[in-house]
């Protein structure tokens, strides 16, 4: 067990070089001092460092190689600085590198030598790797929390349009016609994935690298199961080397994001374009859209581009965390500093653009009406006639589908919708057919009768909001 006040301990206010200068006789340059410092970013860690630092030293205690009364003084020291920190009144020095040696610094001018100490069976290749664990453990949580609030806000907005009529588009061509809270439940089920990808990627990297070292675990009789536990981690990793140097957990919430910020910027290229003149399906409302300098009429919805363009930073990270990590051998590289940029811009990009799009999906106000007028356009029912002649007069599909589109090219000429062409236009050229083909010629009665399981019928909308409350809101 170790105790007392040796000389020489680190963490004096030394060179920038403290750390690690026993080795070095000179100082780095300047602009060695600059490329290595991570203080500007890394300080985001300082909750996670001090949990890890807390951890690391109770297990250090209850296995008599820390004395209880340097253990207590090293825990009512980091309690301190994590004060000093949340109230603004902590001092980062760049000159100590990184948040790590920060706070050791600090508790160092708190408690005496005995800071030293803490380090005691750990390296900063574990300590961060456990950091970052942590603070990406932290970030899924909050994520998930805004994904299912955005969820909420389009099963509640969905529930409201389940029997709205709108047309569906493939090819942002009139398909068919749908109901607006058909549409809007589609990015229910997407953002529901998204939530998988995070909680899968959340189970996977939960386990502690604390205890590894620099890469090949101590020689001290450290129990790591129980820091495991401490912190909150399904137990330790299982190899020391990769402990330190893995980041898949990193790539994989990156990789989640990208494809969450994604499914965001395909809804908020639809706003973008339900608001336009062209369209005018929905409104928002100053809340959510900005102005001209130059042309006072206008109203931009300038929350939903900015959605769409955060994916570039989403997409970013990702390549950016993917490149820092393809040519490194085990273990550890200091190229591996660069990864926690690209995770934090990761997670405050979706962050931002979680909240904005619920904000949007509660503002929005849809004009039902065009919305109707938008269904009849583009001869929207032609498949409902194609499956008439098939259910109706028993024409194999394919002609029907003929039939159908000879009947489409016969509305063109006349200038109407299909529900507008005289039954003599319809019989010439199909004589089988008979009135009873206006039934599904209008877009609310071809909508009603999609009512196979995930269809758009607006009963099977309301049953799939009735289960989607269950799966992903209780």
């Not at 780095?28 to 410092?37: C, D, K, L, T, Y």
């Not at 500007?40 to 909750?47: I, P, T, W």
């Not at 229910?188 to 070292?213: F, H, K, T, Y």
């Not at 040519?327 to 995770?343: F, H, N, S």
């Amino acid at each position: 067990m170790t105790s007392g006040n040796d000389a020489g301990e680190v963490g004096r206010d030394l060179p920038a070089n403290s750390p690690w200068g026993g080795r070095f006789s000179g100082s780095p340059a300047e602009i060695m001092g600059r490329i290595n410092a991570s203080i500007d970013f890394d300080k985001r860690l300082y909750a996670e460092d001090i949990a890890g630092s807390k951890a690391h030293c109770a297990m250090l205690v209850a296995q008599r190689i820390l004395s209880p009364e340097d253990g207590a003084a090293i825990a009512a020291g980091l309690d301190q600085i994590r004060s000093e920190i949340e109230s603004g009144s902590f001092a980062y020095r760049a000159e100590r590198e990184d948040i790590h040696m920060n706070i050791e610094a600090r508790l160092t001018e708190l408690i005496g030598p005995a800071a030293g100490r803490l380090h005691t069976a750990r390296s900063r290749n574990d300590q961060v790797a456990t950091d970052l664990r942590l603070w990406v453990r932290g970030a899924i949580e909050r994520l998930d929390a805004l994904m299912q609030e955005l969820q909420r806000a389009l099963i509640d907005r969905a529930e409201t349009e389940a029997a709205t009529v709108m047309p569906g588009y493939t090819h942002l061509q009139i398909a068919q016609p749908v109901t607006f809270g058909h549409h809007l439940m589609a990015y229910v089920e997407m953002i529901g994935r998204d939530r998988g990808r995070l909680a899968d990627c959340r189970r996977r990297l939960n386990q502690s690298p604390l205890g590894a070292a620099a890469l090949a675990g101590t020689s001290f009789p450290i129990d790591r199961h129980a820091t495991a536990a401490a912190l909150g981690f399904d137990g330790p990793a299982a190899n020391s080397l990769d402990a330190v140097s893995d980041r898949d957990f990193a790539i994989e919430f990156a990789a989640a994001a990208a494809l969450a910020g994604m499914h965001l910027s395909r809804f908020a290229e639809e706003i973008v374009l339900w608001c336009s003149d062209g369209f005018g399906f929905i409104a928002l409302s100053d809340a959510f859209t900005t102005g001209s300098s130059i042309m006072p009429q206008k109203r931009n919805p300038d929350a939903a581009e900015l959605v769409r363009a955060k994916t570039g930073r989403l997409n970013g990270s990702l390549i950016a965390l993917l490149t820092v990590m393809k040519g490194l051998p085990l273990a550890y590289g200091k190229d591996m500093q660069e990864d926690k940029i690209p995770v934090f811009e990761a997670a405050d990009a979706l962050e931002l653009c979680l909240a904005a799009t619920t904000g949007m999906v509660q503002d929005m106000k849809p004009d039902r009406a065009r919305l109707r007028a938008a269904a009849e356009r583009g001869f929207s029912t032609a498949t409902d006639l194609a499956d008439w002649l098939v259910r109706a007069i028993g024409l194999p599909f394919r002609r029907a589908h003929r039939t159908a589109g000879m009947i489409v090219k016969r509305a063109e000429v006349c200038g109407c919708t299909l529900a507008e062409l005289p039954l003599d236009e319809l019989q010439s050229v199909e004589p089988a057919i008979t009135p009873a083909v206006y039934d599904v010629l209008n877009p609310d009665r071809s909508v009603a009768t999609r009512s196979s399981f995930g269809g758009t019928a607006p009963e099977r909308v309301r049953a799939a909001i009735a289960e989607a409350r269950k799966r992903f809101l209780e």
